[in-house]
C-alpha cells in the first residue's frame, strides 16, 4: 500500500525566507504527483503536476521535484509571502491498470510571518 | 470558470437522518471522486467513478452509497448519517493527458456535522 508522508508537520518562516517542503512516498511505481494548497475552511488548489518521467515542474515562484528512485520530492518556494500561508498537500497517482485514485500526505501547515 | 461545484457548503445532521451531496463538474472529465478529510487523518478515498456508468469502493466506503448520475454528475448519499461521519467532503474530478485541467480538480467541500 502506497503511503505519502510529508515533513515537517508545521513551518514557520519569515517573510521573504526561501523554504522547502518535503514528500515522501513508499512505492516509486507512480503515474504522477500532484502539489496542492489548502486555505482553512477551503478547497484544495492544485499547484503543480509532475509526471511520473520529468524531473521538475515550475509556476511562478513553485518549482517541484521528483526523485522517484528515491521516493522523494520537494516544492520549494521562493521569496515567501504572507499570502503563501497554508496548508500544503502531496499527492501521488500509481501507475498502472485501474491505479485511479490518489493517495495523499496529510500536508504541511506553512506560516509566512510578515 | 470550469470546475466542480459541490452543495450543499454546510449541513447539520441528526443521527440516522440520511442526505445526499451532489457534486457536478463541467469539464467533461470521465473520472470523478469522492474523499472525506478529517483531521489528522488526511484526505480518504470513499468512492470513485472511473466512467460514467461505472462505480467502485475506495478506502472508506462503509456507510455511504454512490450515484454516476451521467458524466457530469456524482452524488454521495449518507442512508442514516452517524456522528463518525462528521467531517469535510470533497468531490474531486480527473482530467487525463491533453483533457481541459488535466490533473485532479477538487471542489470547495461540504462541511457535515452529524449530531
Known amino acids: 500500500k502506497q503511503e505519502v508522508t510529508q515533513i515537517p508537520a508545521a513551518l514557520s518562516v519569515p517573510e521573504g525566507e526561501n523554504l522547502v517542503l518535503n514528500c515522501s512516498f513508499t512505492d516509486s511505481a507512480i503515474y504522477n504527483l500532484q502539489w496542492f494548497r489548502q486555505d482553512p475552511g477551503k478547497g484544495l488548489t492544485s499547484l503543480l503536476l509532475i509526471q511520473s518521467s520529468q524531473r521538475e515542474q515550475t509556476s511562478g515562484r513553485l518549482n517541484a521535484s521528483l526523485d522517484k528512485s528515491s521516493g522523494r520530492s520537494t516544492l520549494y518556494i521562493a521569496a515567501s509571502q504572507p499570502g503563501d500561508s497554508a496548508t500544503y498537500l502531496c499527492?501521488?497517482?500509481?501507475?498502472?491498470?485501474?491505479?485511479?485514485?490518489?493517495?495523499f500526505g496529510k500536508g504541511t501547515k506553512l506560516s509566512v510571518i510578515p | 470558470n470550469a470546475g466542480v461545484t459541490q452543495t450543499p457548503k454546510f449541513q447539520v445532521l441528526k443521527t440516522g437522518q440520511s442526505m445526499t451531496l451532489q457534486c457536478a463538474q463541467d469539464m467533461n472529465h470521465n473520472s470523478m471522486y469522492w474523499y472525506r478529510q478529517d483531521p489528522g487523518m488526511g484526505l480518504r478515498l470513499i468512492y470513485y467513478?472511473?466512467?460514467?456508468?461505472?462505480?467502485d469502493k475506495g478506502e472508506v466506503p462503509n456507510g455511504y452509497n454512490v450515484s454516476r448520475l451521467n458524466k457530469r454528475e456524482f452524488s454521495l448519499r449518507l442512508e442514516s448519517a452517524a456522528p463518525s461521519q462528521t467531517s469535510v467532503y470533497f468531490c474531486?474530478?480527473?482530467?487525463?493527458?491533453?483533457?481541459?485541467?488535466?490533473?485532479?480538480?477538487f471542489g470547495s467541500g461540504t462541511r457535515l456535522t452529524v449530531v
Open positions: 467513478s472511473a466512467s460514467e456508468g461505472t462505480t
Open positions: 499527492a501521488v497517482r500509481l501507475s498502472g491498470a485501474g491505479s485511479y485514485q490518489l493517495t
Open positions: 474531486a474530478s480527473r482530467g487525463a493527458v491533453g483533457e481541459l485541467n488535466y490533473g485532479y480538480t
